[in-house]
């Protein structure tokens, strides 16, 4: 079996309008069998960034503290917020630096992106494992459950959707797909972020 | 073979290990203690590769003292399992990598809660309610679905462990005899009897 599926696990994220979204499921498993289903795999990075993590458990949490340092020297010596772009090619150039022993992982970044005028633009970005970047406009998905998200997303998405619409068409995608996965699933949690707020629900969803 | 169990009740955790200690078909040793006491509110069950589990264990143990005795002040269950687990996690990329399986429990005395971490070799850490490491978790950890009360005194805690090591013992083909049982509250550290 592949490292990448050992642990088990799926993120999504979409763009809406003025609004992001980001959701994954709270499995943690050894192989087959079901260790955790509270490991949660989205982590903000700030106020208005949100860093998903897929793949191999240990070097999600050992990513996860990484960026936590990377960012806060960022903030310390730039005197600034990281803005979500930059902070996607952070995380390219962190996990090319192991080109040749890569953090088994895939990262999913959901943020809204500060413009020239002045507002803010929805932003979502993901990454192979030794930081490949993709800025699609609409939908990023990795982990275990990544086919199905793919297939369900690409049914459910259209543009423009507000923060309740985006929350009820990624929610639907994530349950939907997880359950035909059976490396993910056992819960789910949603992230919305919108100008003023996030949003943070936890999804009632199959525990099997 | 090894196999380790734990779980959390109202302000405790209990943590169970096999005692015996095997080398191809042969017992070496049957009443090998495999729970470690890291400090006053903290234990520690250790299984995997003979060798690198006493290494380890005692490498985390020195270290978990080295803190209290420079701050005065001994690290929380939170913040202790954080660093093994990072220990871990370095390990993995090293020239010879520790195989070791961990269990750590400890109640803070701060929040006056318990806490349980589930680690294993790799560095994956997860805060659960019960936790199993081996063979014995594919029998266990269903029961501890079932019976498990997070709320429980240590008599249903102690019930609910009764429960896994005996279904263990019946299906398992090379189920080990005997087990030691310790506990840890605001009290510190025990053992208790089964």
Same mark, same amino acid.
């Given at each position: 079996? =592949?490292?990448? +599926?050992?642990?088990?696990?799926?993120?999504?994220?979409?763009?809406?309008?003025?609004?992001?979204?980001?959701?994954?499921?709270?499995?943690?498993?050894?192989?087959?069998?079901?260790?955790?289903?509270?490991? +949660?795999?989205?982590?903000?990075? #700030?106020?208005?960034? /949100?860093?998903?993590?897929?793949?191999?458990?240990?070097?999600?949490?050992?990513?996860?503290?990484?960026?936590?340092?990377?960012?806060?020297?960022?903030?310390?010596?730039?005197?600034?917020?990281?803005?979500? =772009?930059?902070?996607?090619?952070?995380? #390219?150039?962190?996990?090319? =630096?192991?080109?040749?022993?890569?953090?088994?992982? +895939?990262?999913?970044?959901?943020?809204?992106?500060?413009?020239?005028?002045?507002?803010?633009?929805? /932003?979502?970005?993901?990454?192979?494992?030794?930081?490949?970047?993709?800025?699609? +406009?609409?939908?990023?998905?990795?982990?275990?459950?990544?086919?199905?998200?793919?297939?369900?997303?690409?049914?459910?998405?259209?543009?423009?959707?507000?923060?309740?619409?985006?929350?009820?068409?990624?929610?639907?995608?994530?349950?939907?797909?997880?359950?035909?996965?059976? /490396?993910?699933?056992?819960?789910?949690?949603?992230?919305?972020?919108?100008?003023?707020?996030?949003?943070?629900?936890?999804?009632?969803?199959?525990?099997? | 073979?090894?196999?380790?169990?734990?779980?959390?009740?109202?302000?405790?955790?209990?943590?169970?290990?096999?005692?015996?200690?095997?080398?191809?078909?042969?017992?070496?040793?049957?009443?090998?203690?495999?729970?470690?006491?890291?400090?006053?509110?903290?234990?520690?069950?250790?299984?995997?590769?003979?060798?690198?589990?006493?290494?380890?264990?005692?490498?985390?143990?020195?270290?978990?003292?080295?803190?209290?005795?420079?701050?005065?002040?001994?690290?929380?269950?939170?913040?202790?399992?954080?660093?093994?687990?990072?220990?871990?996690?370095?390990?993995?990329?090293?020239?010879?990598?520790?195989?070791?399986?961990?269990?750590?429990?400890?109640?803070?005395?701060?929040?006056?809660?318990?806490?349980?971490?589930?680690?294993?070799?790799?560095?994956?850490?997860?805060?659960?309610?019960?936790?199993?490491?081996?063979?014995?978790?594919?029998?266990?950890?269903?029961?501890?679905?079932?019976?498990?009360?997070?709320?429980?005194?240590?008599?249903?805690?102690?019930?609910?462990?009764?429960?896994?090591?005996?279904?263990?013992?019946?299906?398992?083909?090379?189920?080990?005899?005997?087990?030691?049982?310790?506990?840890?509250?605001?009290?510190?550290?025990?053992?208790?009897?089964?």
């Amino acid at each position: 079996m =592949s490292i990448m +599926e050992h642990n088990g696990g799926s993120v999504i994220a979409m763009a809406g309008k003025d609004c992001v979204a980001i959701a994954s499921d709270l499995r943690l498993g050894a192989g087959a069998m079901t260790v955790a289903m509270n490991f +949660e795999k989205i982590f903000p990075v #700030s106020d208005r960034i /949100y860093l998903g993590l897929t793949g191999l458990a240990t070097d999600i949490t050992t990513l996860r503290d990484r960026f936590r340092y990377l960012v806060n020297m960022f903030t310390i010596k730039e005197s600034r917020t990281i803005e979500p =772009s930059t902070f996607a090619h952070l995380v #390219s150039s962190t996990l090319y =630096s192991r080109r040749f022993g890569p953090y088994f992982t +895939e990262p999913v970044i959901a943020g809204l992106e500060r413009t020239p005028s002045g507002g803010l633009k929805p /932003y979502i970005a993901g990454a192979d494992l030794i930081g490949c970047l993709n800025f699609a +406009e609409d939908f990023i998905v990795a982990g275990t459950a990544s086919d199905k998200l793919f297939g369900v997303a690409e049914g459910l998405w259209e543009p423009n959707l507000g923060p309740e619409d985006l929350f009820e068409t990624i929610s639907q995608t994530l349950l939907n797909s997880v359950d035909r996965d059976a /490396y993910s699933g056992w819960g789910a949690i949603v992230y919305v972020i919108t100008p003023e707020k996030v949003i943070t629900r936890t999804l009632k969803g199959r525990m099997d | 073979m090894e196999c380790s169990f734990a779980l959390t009740g109202k302000d405790y955790v209990l943590i169970a290990a096999d005692t015996t200690s095997a080398r191809s078909i042969v017992k070496m040793k049957v009443d090998e203690d495999k729970i470690k006491t890291l400090s006053p509110h903290l234990l520690m069950a250790y299984s995997g590769e003979s060798g690198d589990t006493i290494q380890f264990a005692e490498f985390v143990e020195r270290n978990i003292r080295l803190y209290q005795i420079r701050n005065f002040y001994p690290l929380r269950p939170q913040s202790a399992a954080s660093w093994i687990r990072r220990s871990l996690a370095n390990s993995l990329r090293s020239r010879s990598p520790y195989t070791v399986n961990l269990l750590v429990g400890g109640y803070d005395s701060a929040e006056k809660s318990p806490h349980l971490y589930w680690i294993d070799y790799l560095g994956t850490m997860a805060s659960v309610p019960f936790a199993a490491h081996g063979y014995g978790s594919y029998f266990a950890l269903s029961l501890l679905d079932q019976y498990h009360n997070p709320e429980g005194s240590l008599e249903d805690g102690l019930d609910v462990l009764r429960r896994a090591i005996n279904e263990t013992a019946q299906r398992l083909i090379v189920a080990p005899g005997n087990y030691v049982v310790k506990v840890v509250d605001k009290d510190g550290v025990r053992e208790v009897k089964l």
